[in-house]
C-alpha cells in the first residue's frame, strides 16, 4: 500500500549544486505532476506528465527539469540550486482526466 | 483579483464545534471542487471531491458548493483534535488536468 513515495525526506544543498528530487507511485497512474509549498503561498505546479515521454511546464518550471521514461517514475532535477529553491516539494498522482489527485509526503529542501 | 482565495486563519475551536472553512473563486471554468487535509509535515490528502453545486456529506464532513456565488465550503461536525491541520481548498477546470489551490487555513481543536 505504498501510493507515492518520494526521497529523500530532507536535503540541504549548496548553491549552485545539483539534485534528483525522486517520486514513484505504484498504482499505475497516467498522470504526474510536481509541486512546490512555500509558506502562505499555497501549492504551485512545476511540472506534470500525463504518461510516459510526455511532459509539460507548470506555473513555475525556471530551475527545474523533469523526465518520465516510465510510468512509475517521475524525477524532478535542479541543476544549479537558488536559495529562492529553498521549498517543500511534492509529487502527486492521478489515474485519469478528471480524477482527484494523490500526494507523496514531500521532500523539504533547504539550500544555503 | 486572486484567482482563490482562502482565510488563512489559524482558527481556534474547541472540542465538540462546527467548523466552517470557506474559499471564493473568480475563474467561471473551474468545474471540480475538492477540499484537502494536510497534517504537519505531511502531504495533502484529499477529503472530498465534488462537480455539482450543493451538498455531499461524507462521515462528519460536508461539502457545499454554490456555482452562481463561486464560494465552496466544508462544515466539520463534532469537531475533533484530531481534525487539527491545515484544510486546502482546491480547483479545476472541466477537461483541465491542473489543479489550483488556496493557501489554507489551519485549525485547531483543543480539548
Known amino acids: 500500500n505504498a501510493g507515492v513515495t518520494q526521497t529523500p525526506k530532507f536535503r540541504i544543498l549548496k548553491i549552485g549544486q545539483s539534485m534528483t528530487l525522486q517520486c514513484a507511485q505504484d498504482?499505475?497512474?497516467?498522470?504526474m505532476y510536481w509541486y512546490r509549498q512555500d509558506p502562505g503561498m499555497g501549492l504551485k505546479l512545476i511540472y506534470y506528465?500525463?504518461?510516459?515521454?510526455?511532459?509539460d511546464k507548470g506555473e513555475v518550471p525556471n530551475g527545474y527539469n523533469v523526465s518520465r521514461s516510465t510510468t512509475e517514475d517521475f524525477p524532478l532535477r535542479l541543476e544549479l540550486a537558488a536559495p529562492s529553491q529553498t521549498s517543500v516539494y511534492f509529487c502527486?498522482?492521478?489515474?485519469?482526466?478528471?480524477?482527484?489527485?494523490?500526494f507523496g509526503d514531500g521532500t523539504r529542501l533547504s539550500i544555503l | 483579483q486572486k484567482e482563490v482565495e482562502q482565510d488563512p486563519g489559524p482558527l481556534s475551536v474547541p472540542e465538540g464545534a462546527i467548523v466552517s472553512l470557506n474559499c471564493t473563486y473568480s475563474?467561471?471554468?473551474?468545474?471540480?471542487f475538492m477540499w484537502y487535509r494536510q497534517y504537519s509535515r505531511k502531504g495533502p490528502e484529499l477529503l472530498m471531491y465534488?462537480?455539482?453545486?450543493g451538498n455531499k456529506e461524507d462521515g462528519r464532513f460536508t461539502a457545499q458548493v454554490d456555482k452562481s456565488s463561486k464560494y465552496i465550503s466544508l462544515f466539520i461536525r463534532d469537531s475533533q483534535p484530531s481534525d487539527s491541520a491545515t484544510y486546502l481548498c482546491?480547483?479545476?477546470?472541466?477537461?483541465?488536468?491542473?489543479?489550483?489551490f488556496g493557501t489554507g487555513t489551519q485549525l485547531k481543536v483543543e480539548l
Open positions: 506528465s500525463v504518461g510516459a515521454g510526455i511532459t
Open positions: 498504482m499505475n497512474h497516467n498522470y
Open positions: 465534488t462537480y455539482s453545486s
Open positions: 475563474n467561471s471554468a473551474f468545474q471540480y
Open positions: 482546491a480547483f479545476r477546470e472541466g477537461g483541465g488536468n491542473k489543479l489550483t
Open positions: 502527486a498522482s492521478q489515474t485519469a482526466s478528471n480524477q482527484p489527485q494523490h
